[in-house]
């Protein structure tokens, strides 16, 4: 059965593949293709660049939803794109036969656990996996009130119903940065929705903004409310505070380099109290984000510092203080960090015992541990030793360009080699392999050879195979 489906698999892109070689014909055989061909010859016409077949593919296209999937292209991506955009029908034209163009769902986001189309099994909503729930602009929305007003009776007849725009739908993930090509498309996408008198929903779930002053007009057009992954560069806190606030359904935010002057107390806490309000947030990452002291100056005025479903957390080069770290030990969301990062912040150079509170806070559910280049001292990792090991759940922990000597690296090996579940390490280079400590150019490489000769030897002496441990040097 399945070598059946294969083969049949194989002429079926064949047969695309042939259909290709004329693009005139090509499009001119579409109203008479068979069904079973459009998924083949989209994904060869794709792969391919073949703008003028996508084009006129999308505008008869027999399905109700069209993924991009895993489909990806290297060269021209705006225009190909453009070109499948360019085949919906806008104002959409409702076809009466069962046989014509059918589509209300256009997804262009790559994504590999998606299908070029959904499995038809009905005629009832929702028909797409993949359709956006959230905006009062959706085709879930306008379907639900469409319902309701056929149960109130208030439409006089069910062709007085049909008569209506059918709404669609274009799902996207948006990248706003300066450069001349992705303002284009913008521009593209902003026309293509105000030529649609509304029935056209654009659904941007991936938001990627590069300068918030550079795109605040694009960012009032945008139904911000769609949006679960947004990630901001170079805006002051403020103005992210006020995005937040539109973006109430996030799952993951990441902020970098944001105006040290704006993260003041009175700033910091208005943006404290709204990022507790992301009922959905799972993942926070902040980078270059000046947070020394801020959390602990916060803990009076702000109840809880984490949101309530947060998961993952990132903070490298926050400047935290061992006073902040304090802080996230008393957070009752830390009880449910499954990957934590701190790297890049010298947490260590006053007190040990903020972070061993934490870790032993996290020990239950912690996974993925970063803690690079904090200034870890021998005595430190010591004493830090005991709640590490406690991380049962552990399995990925990265702790490089660290000043660790070599008996304390054992010590550490040793205890960890009981922790089944934890696989990766990443170690500092000990110091005795520099001349001058963690400086460029005085790496010893045979007293390197020398130490990962000796872990590897200690490893295999534990029964420890299945563990990588790797140095950033190798």
Not at 36 to 61: E, S
Not at 96 to 108: A, F, Q, V
Request: hydrophobic letters at 40%; proline letters at 4%.
């Amino acid at each position: 059965m399945w070598m059946h489906q294969k083969a049949t698999a194989t002429l079926l892109e064949l047969a695309a593949r042939s259909l290709l070689s004329n693009e005139p014909a090509a499009i001119r055989a579409l109203e008479e293709l068979p069904r079973d061909l459009f998924v083949p010859l989209f994904i060869a016409a794709f792969l391919g660049g073949h703008k003028k077949i996508l084009t006129a593919m999308v505008r008869v296209w027999p399905f109700r939803c069209l993924h991009v999937g895993t489909l990806s292209v290297r060269e021209s991506y705006y225009e190909i794109v453009e070109a499948v955009i360019d085949g919906l029908q806008i104002p959409p034209v409702q076809s009466p036969s069962s046989w014509g163009p059918k589509l209300r769902i256009l997804d262009l986001r790559q994504d590999l656990d998606c299908e070029t189309t959904c499995l038809e099994t009905g005629t009832t909503f929702p028909f797409c996996f993949q359709c956006c729930i959230y905006s009062r602009h959706s085709i879930l929305k306008l379907e639900e009130a469409r319902h309701r007003v056929r149960c109130l009776g208030i439409v006089n007849s069910e062709s007085e119903l049909q008569s209506a725009q059918e709404p669609m739908e274009l799902l996207v993930d948006l990248s706003l940065s300066d450069t001349l090509r992705a303002k284009q498309f913008l521009s593209f996408l902003r026309s293509k929705v105000e030529q649609s008198f509304g029935s056209l929903h654009l659904c941007c779930r991936d938001l990627q903004i590069d300068k918030m002053s550079a795109h605040r007009s694009i960012l009032q057009f945008l139904d911000l409310g769609c949006v679960d992954h947004l990630d901001v560069g170079e805006a002051d806190l403020s103005e992210v505070t006020t995005l937040l606030a539109r973006t109430i359904h996030l799952d993951s935010l990441s902020l970098y380099n944001i105006a040290f002057k704006s993260c003041q107390r009175k700033n910091f806490r208005t943006f404290l109290n709204r990022l507790g309000r992301l009922d959905n947030l799972q993942k926070l990452i902040l980078s270059f984000f000046h947070l020394t002291d801020q959390l602990h100056k916060q803990t009076a005025q702000v109840r809880e510092v984490l949101p309530p479903q947060l998961d993952t957390l990132c903070l490298p080069l926050c400047g935290l203080s061992d006073r902040d770290v304090t802080v996230l030990s008393q957070s009752s969301q830390a009880t449910h960090l499954r990957l934590l990062n701190l790297s890049d912040n010298q947490i260590f150079s006053e007190d040990y015992e903020p972070f061993q509170t934490l870790l032993e806070k996290v020990s239950g559910t912690l996974q993925h541990l970063e803690m690079s280049n904090c200034l870890i001292t021998d005595s430190a990792l010591s004493a830090v030793l005991p709640a590490l090991s406690q991380c049962s759940h552990l399995r990925v922990l990265s702790f490089a360009f660290n000043p660790i000597t070599m008996p304390v690296l054992t010590s550490l090996l040793q205890h960890l080699a009981s922790s089944m579940e934890l696989k990766h390490v990443v170690y500092p280079v000990p110091v005795h392999c520099y001349e001058q400590w963690n400086f460029r150019g005085s790496l010893d490489p045979r007293k390197l050879a020398e130490v990962q000769a000796q872990v590897k030897a200690m490893l295999q002496a534990v029964q420890r195979d299945d563990m990588t441990w790797t140095t950033c040097a190798e």
